[in-house]
T-cell receptor, first 115, second 115 residues
Framework: GAGVSQTPSNKVTEKGKYVELRCDPI?????LYWYRQSLGQGPEFLIY????????DSGLPNDRFFAVRPEGSVSTLKIQRTERGDSAVYLC?????????????FGPGTRLTVL | AQKITQTQPGMFVQEKEAVTLDCTYD???????LFWYKQPSSGEMIFLIY??????QNATEGRYSLNFQKARKSANLVISASQLGDSAMYFC????????????FGQGTRLTINP
């Protein structure tokens, strides 16, 4: 079956611009997660959705970052007024349900470069 | 913050040898899940193995096994009969049983298998 997909795979933008990153989770997975991975580091949590609602957005660094999942499937991470420090790989993951025993399946990531 | 520590930034191993990647964690939770992920140069996070904190036996998945020592708060990954394709970054991660379902990752270990 299809895994988690993310588009675009690469995004280059200029400082101050707005970007949207898309995630298609595995069909039937109710939980969806966004992480950010800077070079040489492990992924860091941004936000977690259970269904359509953001159950935990404590990892979003500031109010320039926002994410939605309007129909409980596809999710979009939105970044306003991008800064050079936003450059990273943005990873999306999904799991069957939110449980400490369910592995999260990751997509290939979107590499964001802010010039 | 409840940290995951991977003390080996890089490991070099001869093909066909076994290798142990270290992971220690800091938590006050009684119930939690521990995961290992592999990240090849392509960037995708690949789930390898899971250990529940209440599991009495160490987890095994093919050539991967987890040396879980709960009292020491360690969850080392053992790869037997290493192969060239095992060269990648390896991340240890923990998921709490309650509250936010966010994986907390270590810094990773870069494993290189030499022919």
């Amino acid at each position: 079956g299809a895994g988690v997909s993310q588009t675009p795979s690469n995004k280059v933008t200029e400082k101050g611009k707005y970007v949207e990153l898309r995630c298609d989770p595995i069909s039937g997975h109710t939980a969806l997660y966004w992480y950010r991975q800077s070079l040489g580091q492990g992924p860091e949590f941004l936000i977690y959705f259970q269904g359509t609602g953001a159950a935990d957005d404590s990892g979003l660094p500031n109010d320039r970052f926002f994410a939605v999942r309007p129909e409980g499937s596809v999710s979009t991470l939105k970044i306003q007024r991008t800064e050079r420090g936003d450059s990273a790989v943005y990873l999306c993951a999904s799991s069957l349900s939110p449980s400490p025993h369910n592995e999260q399946f990751f997509g290939p990531g979107t590499r964001l470069t802010v010039l | 913050a409840q940290k995951i520590t991977q003390t080996q930034p890089g490991m070099f191993v001869q093909e066909k040898e076994a290798v142990t990647l270290d992971c220690t964690y800091d938590t006050s939770d009684q119930s939690y899940g521990l995961f290992w992920y592999k990240q090849p140069s392509s960037g995708e996070m690949i789930f390898l193995i899971y250990q529940g904190s209440y599991d009495e036996q160490n987890a095994t998945e093919g050539r991967y096994s987890l040396n879980f020592q709960k009292a020491r708060k360690s969850a080392n990954l053992v790869i037997s009969a290493s192969q060239l394709g095992d060269s990648a970054m390896y991340f240890c991660a923990r998921l709490p049983s309650q509250g936010a379902q966010k994986l907390v990752f270590g810094q990773g270990t870069r494993l290189t298998i030499n022919p």
